[in-house]
């Protein structure tokens, strides 16, 4: 079985400064990841060069089997790969239901036509409306997205992400900004929406990467200091100190 | 519901057809013709403009190059055709513009779209800088100073259809334009469309959605360019002879201009947008020397108070009247037009003459102004147009803000009143 992410010695600098210092990574289909690290360490930098947005220094990306590391993001998507983005990344003058359907067009082979009217694309519509239920925002089908509290942006943008139908999921910071309750509901929806699929998720709130990832990445500096179960990694001496020791990640795993 | 949508529909597509098939028994003077003709031009053009502007974001300097160029290549289509040497009927030869603008959007286009925001821009404008200085380096496609001219009368049409009268131009061009509109707001309900819109809102997220925002650019560029070269077409029937100026900046500089000011969000505001075009160039330009001080102006003031245009000031008060709150506005706007008018007498007597003094003076000093004669040496009315200004100004500010503050509250009213129906 072909895994569905494969790093191989994965590099990338930004001048003189190497962000991303060799890490190699196998990533099982259907497996939960969470990826967690100290501020700066490059776990945005490493989403960014999977999903094509950045093209690594040096180094192999495979996604199910195939090098990905040269082609382009929509080239990626379209091979199933989708990512979210830490900072709200949505489509402010189109209405919710418009922004849905966006992200389901070209997964349903709609590409560039102009000789066919939306209205009439059934299965698009269906799906759009699908994906509305979901992430519970039926309620504003025409309200603009840029018009929605910062809680219902962050679904639509899950929303948006998992439209296409893609089998490899990365999440960048799902619950960044939110409250404590809105974390836990938002956590459950995340769960919810991306059954069956691998999940790759940065996170900084620990209680949401226990509660989403069978295994976790730790990422400090640029290298990956350990890949295991939570358990393990909980246990992990050097992950301890680099990261986990803190007073606040502590609370965090103990809190409510 | 959707019943009711299709219904509206039906009725404002058909009143748009009813109101350009009668519009010449209503205006049927010579200048009446010739303001509709290039109404229908005039709205083909700035509505192909807005598919890149409002609908994709791209801020193009140079439509007029795809006018202009199927203006050119329609008018040597037209001269082939009646030479002989083109078997294509008259009525076709606008399509053949169509055809010219498509492939120069195709050739250009792909240096353009391949870079968004201001560097697009920047480009635009090379381009056009670029295709005005060609035409007057190849007189033998452009015809140098002179233009091409051309004569679309045809011996013996079918029907006694010569294109000879202005009106049967006139119905040519509006079919064109009700086909065309048609067209484009179709457009607006397709996949491309809405990708473009996308576009417009965040490239980098459509990227992650399968989307190759320069594919999406470069497709919209070359069906704005095909609307674009149709309206160049027409406009070479129109006047029957096509000179440099058509590719020119300042061609480029009024799509945008009109676009903006009836209104880029809406569909309908560059219609609006070429009506007041046509009406500014061929009217206005008539009643007075300074109309482009006054279209600077007015351009200014749309851009800092209503960014929306013409169609997003109308669009906000007709969400006024459907909540039935228009009426309570009515004094307001019956206070800022009186006094606007009055600020408006004064300010112009000014302009006016200060161009007179400038201009022409050797005609006398004295000149009649809105009935009223003005004389340049007599300090006296200049301190009483300035006065009128003053007072004028002084009022129209006290009404503008007793109309916010009404406006503010309509407008909580109505958010509160939408919650309410949100909830229950």
Request: hydrophobic share 50%.
């Amino acid at each position: 079985m072909t895994s569905a992410i494969e790093l191989k010695d994965l590099r990338k600098s930004f001048g003189r400064t190497e962000i991303i210092r060799g890490i190699d990574l196998t990533v099982q289909k259907g497996e939960r990841i969470g990826v967690i690290g100290p501020n700066g360490a490059g776990k945005s930098t490493l989403f960014n060069l999977i999903s094509g947005r950045l093209h690594p220094t040096s180094g192999e990306v495979h996604l199910n089997g195939r090098r990905i590391d040269r082609l382009k993001p929509y080239e990626i998507n379209r091979l199933g790969l989708s990512r979210s983005f830490q900072i709200t990344n949505i489509f402010p003058k189109l209405t919710v239901f418009e922004n849905l359907r966006c992200s389901v067009l070209w997964s349903l082979g709609y590409k560039y036509s102009f000789w066919r009217f939306l209205a009439n694309l059934h299965d698009a519509n269906e799906r759009a409306e699908q994906l509305m239920t979901m992430i519970r925002l039926g309620a504003k089908r025409e309200t603009l997205a840029m018009n929605l509290t910062y809680a219902e942006q962050r679904a639509l943008e899950i929303g948006i992400t998992i439209g296409g139908g893609s089998d490899v999921i990365l999440l960048d910071e799902p619950t960044a900004g939110m409250s404590h309750s809105e974390t836990a509901r938002f956590t459950e929806l995340i769960k919810e929406v991306t059954v069956g699929k691998t999940l790759l998720t940065v996170e900084h709130d620990m209680g949401v990467v226990f509660g989403l990832a069978d295994k976790i990445a730790v990422v400090v500096y640029g290298e990956v200091l350990a890949f295991d179960t939570p358990e393990a990694v909980r246990a992990n001496s050097r992950v301890q100190e680099a990261y986990l020791g803190s007073s606040v990640a502590d609370a965090q795993v103990g809190g409510p | 519901m959707a019943t009711s949508i299709n219904r509206s529909r039906w009725i404002v597509w058909t009143a748009f057809a009813l109101v350009m098939a009668l519009a010449p028994q209503v205006f049927d003077s010579g200048l009446g013709m010739t303001v509709l003709s290039q109404m229908g031009i005039g709205i083909i053009a700035c509505l192909s403009y807005n598919m890149l502007f409002g609908q994709g974001g791209m801020l193009s300097f140079g439509h007029a190059v795809y006018t202009g160029l199927g203006s050119f290549m329609a008018i040597h289509a037209l001269n082939a055709a009646t030479g002989g040497g083109l078997p294509l009927p008259v009525a076709l030869v606008p399509l053949a513009g169509g055809l010219a603008g498509l492939g120069f959007a195709v050739l250009f286009g792909y240096v353009t779209t391949r870079k968004s925001g201001t560097t697009f821009a920047m480009i635009t404008l090379g381009l056009g800088e670029l295709v005005f200085a060609m035409s007057l380096m190849v007189p033998e496609f452009f015809g140098g100073e002179g233009g091409v001219s051309g004569n679309r009368m045809v011996r013996d049409g079918w029907w006694g259809i010569t294109f000879g009268p202005q009106v049967q131009v006139y119905y040519l061009i509006a079919i064109y334009t009700f086909v065309c509109v048609a067209l484009m707001y179709a457009f607006t309900g397709t996949p491309l469309g809405r990708m473009l819109n996308a576009v417009r809102d965040n490239p980098e997220r459509v990227e992650f959605v399968g989307y190759d925002t320069q594919r999406v650019r470069y497709l919209a560029f070359i069906i704005a360019g095909f609307f674009a070269g149709i309206s160049g077409g027409l406009a070479a029937l129109n006047f029957e002879i096509v000179t440099a100026e058509v590719v020119g900046a300042a061609r480029s500089g009024g799509y945008l201009l009109f676009t903006f000011l009836g209104g880029a969000t809406f569909f309908f505001g560059p219609i609006l947008g070429a009506i007041l075009m046509v009406l500014a160039l061929v009217l206005f330009s008539e009643f007075t020397q300074a109309w482009l001080l006054y279209l600077g102006l007015i351009f200014l003031l749309m851009v800092m108070f209503a960014p929306g245009g013409i169609a997003s000031l109308i669009m906000m008060n007709m969400r006024v009247a459907m909540f039935g709150r228009l009426r309570e506005l009515a004094l307001s706007y019956l206070g800022l037009a009186a006094t606007g008018v009055l600020m408006l007498a004064g300010g112009t007597s000014l302009v006016e003459m200060v161009f007179h003094l400038q201009l022409k003076q050797s005609e006398g000093s004295v000149f009649s102004y809105l009935g009223v004669g003005l004389d340049v040496e007599n300090m006296v009315h200049w301190l009483l147009a300035a006065l009128v200004l003053a007072i004028g100004a002084g009022l129209f500010e006290w009404v503008r803000r007793g109309f916010v503050h009404r406006w503010g509250l309509i407008q909580t009213a109505i958010e509160a009143d939408i919650r309410r129906r949100a909830a229950t």
